[in-house]
């Protein structure tokens, strides 16, 4: 994959969940029991149409515009380290979520009696996966943001022309 590409798919990634999520905050229902369990899907408190589905949302768009800086823009100095370390921290939250949730899932640590098969089957095969998806596209952006920096900045002795003109 091209070094811009990591930053198209974490954004791609990011647009993906923002519509999933404004779909279910506009009463879609399909996939949202095994996702947030049955009460909150069948009950829709109004906390959790507001934070957990429309917040999460717009998170989602932020995140869909961080990708699209790592993968388009050309930032320096403070801004392409201020990009670059949300890429990172995104990529490690979304990785470290998908891996602490693994975890409770198969060692049962905290007695989750209430999350059933059906949530426990999709949690394995669907949204784990794209918890670990996501981070690795964002850490992968990020990290490829740093090295298209590094390469395209002027190398001491030559001139911004020289470089520029290759």
């Known amino acids: 994959m091209k070094s811009w590409?990591?930053?198209y798919a974490a954004c791609s990634w990011a647009v993906v969940f923002a519509g999933t999520h404004f779909y279910w905050?506009?009463?879609g229902s399909a996939g949202l029991k095994v996702s947030a369990g049955e009460q909150l899907?069948?009950?829709r408190p109004l906390w959790f149409v507001l934070t957990g589905l429309?917040?999460?949302g717009a998170l989602c768009l932020v995140g869909?515009?961080?990708?699209?800086?790592?993968a388009r823009s050309r930032p320096r100095g403070a801004a392409l380290r201020i990009v670059e370390y949300l890429g990172w921290v995104l990529g490690f939250v979304?990785?470290?979520r998908g891996i602490a949730v693994e975890f409770l899932l198969l060692t049962n640590v905290t007695d989750l009696d209430g999350v059933t098969a059906d949530q426990r089957f999709w949690t394995h095969v669907l949204w784990n996966p794209w918890f670990f998806a996501g981070g690795l596209a964002f850490g992968l952006a990020a990290r490829d943001a740093r090295r298209r920096s590094r390469s395209s900045a002027p190398q001491a002795g030559r001139s911004l022309h020289t470089v520029n003109s290759r």
């Open 94 to 96: 979304l990785l470290a």
């Open 41 to 43: 899907a069948t009950g």
């Open 25 to 27: 905050a506009l009463g």
């Open 54 to 56: 429309w917040g999460v």
């Open 5 to 7: 590409q990591w930053g």
């Open 64 to 70: 869909a515009w961080l990708g699209w800086l790592l």
